[in-house]
C-alpha cells in the first residue's frame, strides 16, 4: 500500500490513516475505561507497531496484516519529532526573560546537578554489573533523561506547571534539553577512533549555540516582530498561523543545524514572543497542531516497545525498570532538598522524573550505531522506556495527591525563587480596544482595576502597548483565545465591537463554557439588544439609545431645566428603557 500512496504522491499514507483511527477512535474508547490519554497512544503504538500485531499474527496465525500495522519507525519518528518541538515552543510562550531569569537557579543549579550526579550513578551501577567503561557512560549519560513530552504534558492537563513542584521539574527538564547535545557528542566521542575528538566536538558546540541563541532571539525582535505586524494587520488568520508554523519550524532547524536540540530553537522563539501582544493568538493557532503531533510522538514511542522482551527476560527487565526509577527519584530527591525545597516538592519532583525520556532512546540508538552499547542492552532499554513512561502517566494521580498529602501535614511553604502562577484573577476582560474600549480602559486605571484588552489591529495594538496599555492581539470570539484570557476568572467581560455578529460569537462562547463572569454588550438596535439579552449579557448598551438620551438630556437644559433634574429625568428613562429590553428578552427565552 505504500508504493500505491507514494504512486498518488501521498508519502506516509497509511502511517496517517492508522494514526487518525488511533486518535479518533481507539483513544477515546480506551479513555473510557480510565485511561489517560498519553497511555492510550503507549498502548496503540505497541499494537500497529513491528512487533504488535503484524508480528503476532504472522507468526502464530500466518495472517500477513501489514495493512493495520507500521512496520517502518523512520517516518514516524521524524513526523513524530515536532510534536516536542510545538509543546516547547508552548512552554516558551508561557514564560518571558525576566521569568526565565529568575529560574536560573534551578535551571542551571539543580538542573546540571540532577544530570551530571544521575549519569554517574547509573554510568557506576551499570559498570558494576558487567559493562564495559564506555558502554557504562553512554548508559549512565542517556539515562539521565527524562521525558519533556509526557511530563510537561501531564503537568498541562492538570494545571500544575506553574506550581512550585511544576517550575522544578520544568528547569531541570529544560536543562535536560539543552544537554541533550552534551551527551549525543560525548556518546559519539565514545564511538570515535580519534582520542582528542570529544574536546573539539564539545567546543565546536559551544561555539554554534553562542552564535545560533542570539541570533534567534535578536531576528524574533527585529525581524519576526514586524512581520506579524503585517501579517495581523491584514486579519487573515490562513496567513497568521502559515507565519507561525514557519517561526517554530525554522527556530528549530537552525538549532539543529547547528548541532543543538530542535526543541531548544523552538523554545527560544517561544520565548521571544511570550510578552508580546501576539502571544493569546499564537497559542490559539499552534495548540491543535502540538496536540496531534504528539500524540503522534507518543504513538511512535509505543512502536519501540517489543513485548517479547518481556517475556524472555523479565528479571533483567524489571530490575531494569525499578533500579532506574529508584535511583532517579533517589537523586533528586535529595538534590532537590540540598537546593531547599520542600518536602513535597521534592518527592513529586523525584517521583515524576524517573522515568527514561525520548531522547534517551536517541542516545542509545546512536550508541548502539557506532558499537558503543551493545544490541541487547539498548533492546532491553528502550523497552523499559516504554515501561517507565507508561507508568509515569498512571502514578500522577497519586504521586500528585501525595505530595498534597505531605505539604498539608508538614505545613511547608513553596518556592521561594520560582515563577508564581500566571493566572490572571479578578481582571476585566475588554473586547476590542476601539475609542470606546481606550475609554473603557482608562477608566478602570484611574480606579486601578487591573484589565486586559483583545483586539485583532494589530497596529493598534502595537500603538497601545507603546504606551503601556496591557493590549494583546487575538480573536476573542474563539474560545481558545478566551481560555488563555482567564475568562472564567474575570471581574466582567466588555464586548465593545461594532459588529453585531461578533458580540453575539462571543456570548455564544462564553455560553458554551458555562462561564458566569457578567458581560457588558454593546448593541446597534433594540432588535440587537433583545438578542444579546437571550444570549446571557447581563447589560446591554444602545450607542443610539446613548446618543438620544444625552441629547436629550442637553435639550432639557437649554430649555431652562437644572442640570440635576434633566439628569435624573434621563436616568429614569434610561432605566425604563433598559427594563424593557430585559423583560421583552426574558419573555423571548421562556417563549
Given at each position: 500500500m505504500e508504493h500505491e500512496a507514494a504512486a498518488h504522491g501521498i508519502p506516509y499514507l497509511k502511517e496517517a490513516l492508522i494514526f487518525l483511527i488511533a486518535a479518533g477512535i481507539v483513544v477515546p474508547v480506551l479513555q473510557?475505561?480510565?485511561?489517560?490519554?498519553?497511555?492510550?497512544?503507549?498502548?496503540c503504538g505497541m499494537v500497529v507497531g513491528p512487533f504488535g500485531i503484524i508480528s503476532v499474527a504472522d507468526s502464530v496465525f500466518g495472517v500477513p496484516l501489514d495493512m493495520l500495522a507500521?512496520?517502518?519507525?523512520?517516518?514516524?519518528?521524524?513526523?513524530?519529532?515536532?510534536?516536542?518541538?510545538?509543546?516547547?515552543?508552548?512552554?516558551?510562550?508561557?514564560?518571558?526573560?525576566?521569568r526565565l531569569w529568575a529560574m536560573r537557579r534551578l535551571v542551571f543549579g539543580l538542573g546540571v546537578a540532577q544530570v551530571v550526579v544521575t549519569a554517574c550513578a547509573l554510568a557506576a551501577i551499570t559498570h558494576a554489573f558487567g559493562l564495559g567503561p564506555e558502554a557504562a557512560v553512554a548508559v549512565g549519560a542517556s539515562l539521565a533523561l527524562s521525558s519533556t513530552a509526557i511530563v510537561v504534558q501531564l503537568l498541562v492537563d492538570r494545571g500544575r506547571l506553574a506550581s512550585p513542584p511544576g517550575q522544578v521539574m520544568f528547569a531541570v527538564l529544560l536543562l535536560q534539553d539543552i544537554a541533550v547535545v552534551v551527551v549525543l557528542l560525548l556518546i559519539t566521542a565514545l564511538g570515535a577512533e580519534e582520542a582528542g575528538s570529544i574536546m573539539l566536538n564539545l567546543v565546536f558546540s559551544i561555539g554554534a549555540a553562542a552564535v545560533v541563541i542570539p541570533l534567534i532571539l535578536f531576528a524574533g525582535r527585529r525581524v519576526i516582530g514586524p512581520v506579524f505586524l503585517f501579517v495581523g494587520a491584514r486579519q487573515d488568520r490562513d496567513m497568521f498561523t502559515a507565519v507561525a508554523l514557519l517561526v517554530i519550524i525554522g527556530a528549530a532547524v537552525a538549532t539543529s543545524m547547528a548541532g543543538l536540540?530542535?526543541?531548544?530553537?523552538?523554545?527560544?522563539?517561544?520565548?521571544?514572543?511570550?510578552?508580546?501582544?501576539?502571544?493569546?493568538?499564537?497559542?490559539?493557532?499552534?495548540?491543535?497542531?502540538?496536540?496531534?503531533?504528539?500524540?503522534?510522538?507518543?504513538?511512535?514511542?509505543?512502536?519501540?516497545?517489543?513485548?517479547?522482551?518481556v517475556i524472555e527476560e523479565p528479571l533483567a527487565l524489571f530490575g531494569l525498570v525499578a533500579g532506574v526509577i529508584v535511583i532517579k527519584s533517589v537523586v533528586l530527591f535529595a538534590l532537590a532538598l540540598l537546593w531547599r525545597q520542600s518536602l513535597?516538592?521534592?518527592?513529586?519532583?523525584?517521583?515524576?522524573?524517573?522515568?527514561?525520556?525520548?531522547?534517551s532512546l536517541v542516545?542509545?540508538?546512536?550508541?548502539?550505531?557506532?558499537?558503543?552499547?551493545?544490541?541487547?542492552?539498548?533492546?532491553?532499554?528502550?523497552?523499559?522506556?516504554?515501561?517507565?513512561m507508561a507508568l509515569t502517566t498512571v502514578l500522577v494521580g497519586p504521586v500528585t495527591r501525595l505530595s498534597h498529602f505531605i505539604d498539608a501535614r508538614r505545613a511547608v511553604g513553596g518556592l521561594a525563587n520560582t515563577l508564581?502562577?500566571?493566572?490572571?484573577?479578578?481582571?476585566?476582560?475588554?473586547?476590542?480596544?476601539?475609542?470606546?474600549?481606550?475609554?473603557?480602559?482608562?477608566?478602570?486605571?484611574?480606579?486601578?482595576?487591573?484589565?486586559?484588552?483583545?483586539?485583532l489591529d494589530a497596529h493598534a495594538v502595537s500603538r497601545a502597548r507603546k504606551k503601556g496599555k496591557p493590549v494583546h492581539y487575538g480573536d476573542v470570539r474563539r474560545l481558545?483565545?478566551?481560555?488563555?484570557?482567564?475568562?472564567?476568572?474575570?471581574?466582567?467581560?466588555?464586548?465593545?465591537?461594532?459588529?453585531?455578529?461578533?458580540?453575539?460569537?462571543?456570548?455564544?462562547?462564553?455560553?458554551?463554557?458555562?462561564?458566569?463572569?457578567?458581560?457588558?454588550?454593546?448593541?446597534?438596535?433594540?432588535?440587537?439588544?433583545?438578542?444579546?439579552?437571550?444570549?446571557?449579557?447581563?447589560?446591554?448598551?444602545?450607542?443610539?439609545?446613548?446618543?438620544?438620551?444625552?441629547?436629550?438630556?442637553?435639550?432639557?437644559?437649554?430649555?431652562?431645566?437644572?442640570?440635576?433634574?434633566?439628569?435624573?429625568?434621563?436616568?429614569d428613562q434610561r432605566e425604563r428603557g433598559k427594563r424593557e429590553l430585559a423583560d421583552t428578552a426574558a419573555r423571548g427565552r421562556s417563549a
Open positions: 473510557r475505561f480510565g485511561l489517560n490519554t498519553i497511555l492510550g497512544y503507549l498502548i507500521i512496520p517502518e519507525q523512520d517516518g514516524v519518528h521524524q513526523i513524530a519529532e515536532l510534536g516536542v518541538v510545538f509543546l516547547l515552543f508552548l512552554i516558551g510562550l508561557e514564560l518571558s526573560g525576566p536540540s530542535m526543541a531548544l530553537g523552538a523554545f527560544l522563539a517561544g520565548l521571544v514572543f511570550a510578552d508580546s501582544e501576539f502571544a493569546h493568538q499564537l497559542e490559539a493557532e499552534i495548540a491543535p497542531f502540538k496536540g496531534l503531533l504528539l500524540g503522534f510522538f507518543f504513538l511512535s514511542v509505543g512502536m519501540t516497545i517489543d513485548p517479547r522482551v513535597a516538592v521534592a518527592t513529586e519532583s523525584g517521583l515524576m522524573l524517573s522515568q527514561i525520556g525520548e531522547f542516545g542509545l540508538a546512536l550508541a548502539a550505531a557506532l558499537g558503543v552499547v551493545p544490541d541487547e542492552v539498548a533492546r532491553l532499554i528502550v523497552v523499559a522506556a516504554g515501561i517507565t508564581t502562577e500566571s493566572k490572571e484573577e479578578g481582571h476585566v476582560i475588554i473586547a476590542g480596544f476601539g475609542r470606546i474600549g481606550q475609554a473603557i480602559g482608562d477608566l478602570l486605571e484611574e480606579r486601578h482595576i487591573a484589565y486586559i484588552a483583545l483586539d481558545d483565545v478566551l481560555r488563555n484570557a482567564h475568562a472564567d476568572n474575570a471581574r466582567a467581560i466588555v464586548l465593545t465591537m461594532d459588529k453585531p455578529s461578533a458580540n453575539g460569537a462571543v456570548l455564544n462562547a462564553l455560553k458554551s463554557i458555562g462561564s458566569a463572569t457578567p458581560v457588558v454588550v454593546r448593541a446597534r438596535d433594540t432588535a440587537h439588544a433583545k438578542e444579546l439579552y437571550g444570549l446571557g449579557a447581563r447589560e446591554v448598551v444602545l450607542e443610539a439609545f446613548e446618543a438620544s438620551l444625552q441629547m436629550g438630556e442637553e435639550t432639557l437644559v437649554a430649555l431652562g431645566f437644572p442640570r440635576e433634574a434633566a439628569h435624573s429625568l434621563i436616568a
